[in-house]
């Protein structure tokens, strides 16, 4: 059975971090698009960051530079480091796969995505 499960998500400090992590199972990360989303109730599922075929990294803008998305082919997992987290990154955090986004397809359109994990929750306090 193909699964994709979060861990690490909590509640910390403004300023703080969290590492975020998704595990694997039935499904080789290798050379597929991974991804990072995060939604709040009542407002749209948001793209946090992804990791290409290619592995190149896209970040969504208000995580640029505080945010970074890897993943251990070994463990087949992938990562999230949240740092200088803010109150507004508070929200259920998912992560995504896809064999390959259409060829239109952007990065942080949920619907190129057909394989999410149930989610982790984070929240920030201020």
């Known amino acids: 059975q193909v699964q994709l499960q979060e861990s690490g998500g909590g509640s910390v400090q403004a300023g703080g971090s969290l590492r975020l992590s998704c595990a694997a199972s039935?499904?080789?990360?290798?050379?597929?698009?991974m991804a990072w989303f995060r939604q709040v109730p009542g407002k749209e599922r948001e793209g946090v960051a992804a990791?290409?075929?290619?592995?190149?990294?896209t970040y969504g803008d208000s995580v640029k530079g505080r945010f970074i998305i890897s993943q251990d082919n070994a463990k087949n997992t992938l990562y999230l480091q949240m740092n200088s987290l803010k109150p507004e990154d508070t929200a259920m955090y998912f992560c995504?796969?896809?064999?390959?986004?259409?060829?239109?397809?952007?990065?942080?359109?949920?619907?190129?995505?057909?394989?999410w994990g149930q989610g982790t929750q984070v929240t920030v306090s201020s």
């Open positions: 990791l290409g075929n290619d592995d190149i990294t």
């Open positions: 995504a796969a896809v064999k390959r986004l259409t060829p239109t397809g952007h990065w942080a359109d949920r619907y190129e995505y057909n394989l």
């Open positions: 039935g499904y080789t990360f290798r050379g597929n698009c």
